[in-house]
C-alpha cells in the first residue's frame, strides 16, 4: 500500500483514511490538498492492471493523472470529458494556480470543454459516473464518489470512492454470494489450463419427487438441496460450476489448495458432506410441513482428477461463470451416472494423489482399496461404457470399513473384486 505524501497539514489524516479504506477492500483514491494523487487503494491498482505508482500518476496533479496511458486505457473518453466539464470548477479552487494552472494540465485537446469555467468551492460530498474498460468487453458502469476531509477548519484531502453503479437491491443479491467463492472464480476469468479434482452430482429420486409433489414445492426442494451443496463447495474451497436442473458441478483448484494431495481430500470431504446437507435440507423443510422425507433426497456423486482443465469465464460480461473443458470432465459426468444412490465414485487417479496424513485424515487404507472398473458397474450404460468404462473407481463415501464388503447390497459391488 502506497503511504500518502507528508509534506502537507492533512498528511496524516489522509494516511489514516488509507488505512481504513484499504481495509474495507474498496476501489479508491486519495488526493491531497491540492489535488495531487496521493494514494491508490490494492483493489484500484488491481483493476487498473496492478500498474505501479508512476503510471497511476502518484504524486502528479490528478488532471495529470488522467491523461497518462493507464488511466486513458481504464476510463472512456466521454467519461473523462464529462468530468472536465462539470467538475473542473471543484478541482480548481483547491489547485493553486486556480484555472490558469488547470489549463496547463488539461490536455490541448480538452482546453475547449473547459472553456469559460470559473473556480467554484466544492460541496463536502458528490458524485458522478464513470465508463470503465475491460479489456475487450463492453464499457462498465460505476459511481464515484468524492469526500472532503477537513482538519481543524483546513482542506486536508479528498476520498474517491468507487463502485458499483447498481441498486442495493441488486447489490443485496451478489452479497449473498460466498466472497472466498467470488475471489477463486475472479482468478479464473482469464482461460487457461490448470490442474483440479471434479466434482459431478445429480439428485437420484428427482423423477419420482417431480411427478409426486406439486411443481412449487418441488423447486423450492431443488432449490434448499442445490444451496446446500453450494455452501459444502465453498467451504471446501471449491468452485461451483453449472447447475443443471437437479445436478450440480464443482471444482477444486490445486493452485487455491496448496497441493493435490490437499485437493482430493478436499473433494473427497465435500462429496461425502453434499448428501448430509442435502438429507438437512429436506429435514428442515418436513419440519415445516414439507411433503418430503430426508431419505427420498439421495445424491450421487463422481469424483476425478483433472491434469490440464482449460478453465475460464466462457460467457463474459453477462455473468459471472466458470467453466471448464476437457476429457476428464465428461469422464466425471459418467463416473456420477454409473454411481449408486449416496455413493461418492472417486477415480483411482484421484485418490492416488492422497498423501499418507490426508488418507489417514478420510479414513481411507490408500494401499489396500480395491477398486472396479466403470464398465463393470451394474449402471454402466453402453455410454458409460464407451466415455469411461476402464477408468478405475473406488467408493470413499465412507471410512475404510465400508470399503471391505460391510456395504449396502445397493454398493456392495464395489467393494469386491
Known amino acids: 500500500m502506497t503511504t500518502p505524501p507528508l ?12 488505512e481504513e479504506l484499504e481495509d474495507t477492500g474498496w476501489a479508491a483514491a ?25 503510471e497511476l500518476g502518484v504524486g502528479d496533479h490528478f488532471c495529470e493523472a488522467l491523461r497518462s496511458s493507464r488511466w486513458a486505457a481504464t476510463i472512456t473518453d466521454e467519461s473523462r470529458r464529462t468530468w472536465l466539464r462539470e467538475h473542473i470548477p471543484y478541482v480548481a479552487h483547491d489547485t493553486p494556480g486556480g484555472m490558469d494552472r488547470i489549463r496547463e494540465l488539461v490536455a490541448s485537446d480538452d482546453l475547449a470543454l473547459i472553456e469559460g469555467l470559473d473556480a467554484e468551492p466544492p460541496p463536502s460530498l458528490w458524485g458522478w459516473t464513470l465508463q470503465f474498460l475491460q479489456d475487450d468487453l463492453p464499457p462498465a458502469s460505476a459511481r464515484c464518489l468524492a469526500i472532503r476531509h477537513e482538519l481543524d477548519g483546513e482542506h486536508a484531502g479528498t476520498t474517491l470512492l468507487y463502485g458499483a453503479n447498481l441498486p442495493a437491491t441488486l447489490l443485496g443479491l451478489l452479497a449473498r454470494g460466498d466472497p472466498g ?7 479464473l476469468v482469464e482461460p487457461a489450463r490448470r490442474s483440479a479434482a471434479i466434482l459431478f452430482l445429480d439428485l437420484c429420486s428427482s423423477g419420482a419427487l417431480s411427478r409426486r409433489l406439486p411443481t412449487a414445492r418441488y423447486f423450492s426442494l431443488i432449490q434448499a438441496v442445490m444451496t446446500a451443496v453450494d455452501e459444502v463447495l465453498a467451504r471446501h474451497e471449491g468452485i461451483v460450476g453449472k ?20 485437493t482430493s481430500r478436499a473433494a473427497i470431504e465435500a462429496g461425502r458432506e453434499v448428501t448430509h446437507a442435502a438429507h438437512e ?6 419440519a415445516e410441513g414439507f411433503p418430503v422425507e430426508p431419505e427420498e433426497v439421495g445424491l450421487r456423486v463422481g469424483l476425478h482428477w483433472g491434469w490440464s482443465l482449460y478453465m475460464g469465464q466462457v460467457v463474459r460480461g453477462s455473468r459471472l461463470e466458470v467453466s471448464a473443458l476437457g476429457d476428464e470432465v465428461n469422464e466425471c459426468a459418467r463416473i456420477e451416472q454409473s ?18 496424513g490426508d488418507a489417514a485424515a478420510l479414513g481411507l487404507p490408500r494401499d489396500s482399496i480395491r477398486y472396479r472398473a466403470v464398465s463393470e458397474l451394474p449402471a454402466a450404460d453402453e455410454k458409460v461404457r464407451r466415455d469411461a468404462g476402464g477408468i478405475s473407481v473406488a467408493d470413499v463415501a465412507t471410512d475404510a470399513g465400508s470399503l471391505d464388503g460391510e456395504r449396502d447390497p445397493a454398493t456392495d459391488s464395489l467393494a469386491s473384486g
Open 243 to 262: 447447475h443443471v436442473g437437479d445436478g450440480a458441478t464443482g471444482f477444486f483448484l490445486s493452485g487455491d489448495l496448496g497441493s493435490d494431495s490437499a
Open 30 to 54: 486519495l488526493v491531497d490538498p491540492e489535488w495531487r494523487v496521493a494514494w491508490i487503494s490494492s483493489q484500484l491498482r488491481a483493476f487498473m492492471g496492478g500498474a505501479p505508482d508512476a
Open 281 to 286: 435440507a429436506a429435514r428442515k423443510l418436513a
Open 7 to 18: 509534506e502537507h497539514p492533512g498528511s496524516t489524516t489522509l494516511a489514516r483514511v488509507s
Open 181 to 187: 467463492m467470488f475471489r477463486r472464480m475472479a482468478r
Open 339 to 356: 454411481a449408486p444412490e449416496n455413493a461418492v465414485l472417486a477415480s483411482k487417479a484421484l485418490v492416488e494423489r492422497l498423501e499418507p
